[in-house]
């Protein structure tokens, strides 16, 4: 027998059982969750935890230590077990009130809440993605930061993943991706109970896991997912592999141990009842008592947590030695790209003044510029760098023979995209972009939304903003979705009139620290505002101001590639003797955030005559203004010039709207 199995194989016996009794005992507890998924991975949990994870749970945050990814962030109550079990910041208390309002221990594991969760996981999938992002920034930095006899990063990224999250499309992108980088330092435990809520995954799922993974490029391996020396074995096997990301299948039972449960949807979204908890127990020959934890396992992990800081301790003196010898790079490895002044190399960027330029080209610049200063700021686009403008010629392009390249070819995947950039920015020092056209944001709206909710400061970079796309047509003209991520809590949208207002979105969204920013820009070129400012940390402000107005008889508000259209449509009515404002409102979620002073003076109560103007649905807009001007249809595939005069989108179809408005309201 394996000498790992043999010397520990009575502690991971009654490790397993704990691990078991907790997730019966706290969904129980709770009325809620899904034991049946953390009681059928007890084994591999056992198998990973004592044996193999580097952490330390008096330092959670140490720079190499593994990460463990729960890609099925239903089975969470595995995760907070072993969180306690191994001393982290977690009491019984705190397993106890699973999944109730207040506690640290949620129903989905959230990073940032809980002391050794490594990511917010939920929706299947996306776990299974950010590892894949963590990866390339183990690679990157181990790359950039190694050194002879000086080896500081080497440690490996962790999943365990379930039916669901193999079935999802997400992973299918984001293992294509990795398997065609090399991430070798992926290990991922796909958990195949074979059993998902609606019953067996034959009702559903056929395919040959293992023969799609290897067709991936990703080394394969399938073990007894209850047999901890097999699981072991595996484990190692899989660190051997120094060409591929590991894949190892663990044929397991859900529920395993119920009597009545076990292999069935019963237990997975579903506490056990009393009667089936004690029948369990029993089964398991385990005591009733509730969130039993046996001296054997607490005495295995008291000398585990000190072996673990002994590790973390030895890495410590040899980051020091690596320090002393190499303190430049110590200190771009400590540096935060947030508090980088980019300020200077944006200002370098040169403002046409009498040139019509889409927003998007400015792009290229503000990347190129910032990537001159912050050295591990990493992103790219989904195979539209040309068209999103992500593409930088003078940046090197990661993959395996260059894993230090800033600019990232993702490929025809935006939603492992969103991903993948998560888990770079779940790793320290990395800023990370992504770009796409705005009409595929939709794709991505899951891992946007994770983004906010874990407040990653991630830069999106959608182009393409609205009919104006043209020819391609509706499919590709976005309606409602510029709105639909103003809809995401914690994301700011920026939407720039013209390239000094999209410097200045650069900005905002580089210096943010507590969340991700989406900066939405034009195909078609527009002008160069004469008053439009690079100051926009306010989120709107006054662009126009007709001449000598001593009373003004409407504000006109918009964003975008509308500003401009806007400004024209107030001097042509100051011909006629209307006094009409015109406010630029790139940032809804900046403005919001302002003194109300300063929105009072932006947007004066005593002006009841409001007009709002943006290519795109107007839902939403009746909170700036009474007359919304947009687009609450698909588009037409035609040459933009022409769609902008079948919309109305030209001076004089919303002159004579606004002049029609004011009318009426009189």
């Known amino acids: 027998m394996n000498k790992i199995c043999e010397v520990t194989l009575d502690v991971h016996n009654d490790l397993v059982k704990t691990i078991k009794g907790f997730a019966m005992d706290a969904t129980r507890r709770a009325n809620s969750g899904h034991p049946g998924a953390p009681m059928g991975t007890a084994n591999i949990a056992s198998a990973l935890w004592a044996r ?38 977690l009491t019984l208390e705190d397993i106890r009130k699973f999944r109730q309002l207040g506690s640290i221990t949620p129903g989905h594991p959230e990073v940032g809440l809980t002391a050794g969760v490594e990511a917010t996981t939920g929706p299947l999938g996306t776990g299974f993605a950010a590892a894949v992002g963590m ?17 500081v990063v080497d440690h490996y990224i962790y999943i365990l993943a379930s039916d669901g999250d193999i079935m999802e499309g997400i992973t299918s992108e984001a293992a294509s991706f990795a398997g065609h980088q090399a991430l070798s330092k992926i290990i991922c435990l796909y958990d195949s109970n074979r059993i998902t809520i609606d019953g067996s995954t034959a009702l559903t799922f056929s395919e040959d896991v293992m023969s799609r993974f290897a067709a991936q490029d990703w080394y394969t391996d399938e073990v007894n997912g209850h047999d901890l020396c097999e699981i072991s074995e595996a484990i190692e096997r899989a660190k051997s592999q120094h060409e591929k990301p590991s894949l190892i299948i663990c044929h397991t039972h859900i529920g395993e141990g119920s009597p009545n449960t076990q292999d069935t949807p019963l237990c997975h979204g579903a506490p056990l009842t009393e009667d089936e908890i004690s029948l369990t127990k029993q089964n398991l020959d385990w005591p009733e008592d509730e969130f039993f934890v046996p001296d054997s396992v607490k005495n295995f992990f008291t000398q585990l947590k000190q072996e673990k800081k002994k590790i973390r301790e030895d890495w410590e003196t040899l980051y020091h030695e690596w320090k002393n010898v190499y303190p430049e790079l110590a200190s771009q490895w400590d540096q935060d790209p947030n508090d980088i002044n980019i300020e200077p190399v944006l200002n370098e960027i040169k403002i046409p003044e009498k040139e019509n330029i889409a927003t998007r080209r400015i792009i290229h610049d503000c990347i190129k510029n910032s990537s001159r200063l912050c050295s591990t700021l990493v992103g790219g686009s989904a195979d539209l760098g040309c068209s999103v403008m992500t593409e930088v010629p003078e940046i090197s392009s990661l993959s395996k023979s260059q894993p230090t390249g800033q600019q990232i070819h993702f490929g025809i995947r935006e939603n492992a995209m969103g991903g993948i950039l998560n888990g770079l920015a779940l790793s320290k020092p990395f800023r990370s972009f992504g770009g796409t056209f705005l009409v595929f944001s939709d794709f991505m709206k899951p891992t946007i939304r994770l983004a906010a909710l874990m407040n990653l400061p991630v830069i999106y970079l959608f182009s393409h903003d609205s009919y104006a796309v043209g020819e391609d047509g509706p499919t590709h003209q ?27 979105a650069w900005r905002i969204a580089w210096e943010r620290k507590q969340g991700p920013t989406a900066i939405i820009t034009t195909r078609q070129a527009v002008p160069v505002l004469e008053n439009s400012s690079r100051d926009i940390a306010r989120g ?40 009409i404002r015109v406010v630029s409102l790139p940032c809804w979620d900046l403005f919001e955030q302002a003194p109300i002073e300063y929105r009072q003076k932006v947007l004066p109560d005593q002006v009841t005559k409001r007009i709002s103007i943006e290519a795109g649905i107007t839902l939403g807009w009746s909170k700036y203004a009474d007359l919304n001007i947009g687009l609450d249809t698909f588009g037409v595939s035609g040459p933009s010039q022409k769609l902008a005069a079948h919309f109305g989108f030209t001076v004089e179809a919303i002159e004579q709207k606004v002049k029609q408005y004011l009318q009426a309201s009189k």
């Open 540 to 579: 709107g402000y006054i662009l126009y101001e007709p001449p000598a107005a001593v009373e003004l008889d409407a504000i006109i508000t918009a964003a975008g590639s509308e500003v401009s259209l806007a400004l024209d449509v107030a001097r042509k009515c100051l011909l006629e003797g209307l006094r």
């Open 135 to 151: 990866a390339v920034a183990e690679r990157f930095l181990a790359q950039r930061y190694n050194k002879p006899n000086l080896k």
């Open 52 to 89: 193999h994870l580097n952490y330390d749970p008096s330092c959670p945050t140490w720079k190499n230590r593994d990460r463990f990814i729960l890609s099925c962030g239903h089975a969470s109550i595995l995760l907070y077990t072993m969180l306690f079990l191994s001393g982290f910041d």
């Open 478 to 504: 976005p309606v409602e979705h510029v709105m639909s991520l103003r809809a995401i809590p914690n994301l700011f949208v920026i939407r720039p009139a013209d390239i000094k207002e999209t410097i200045g």
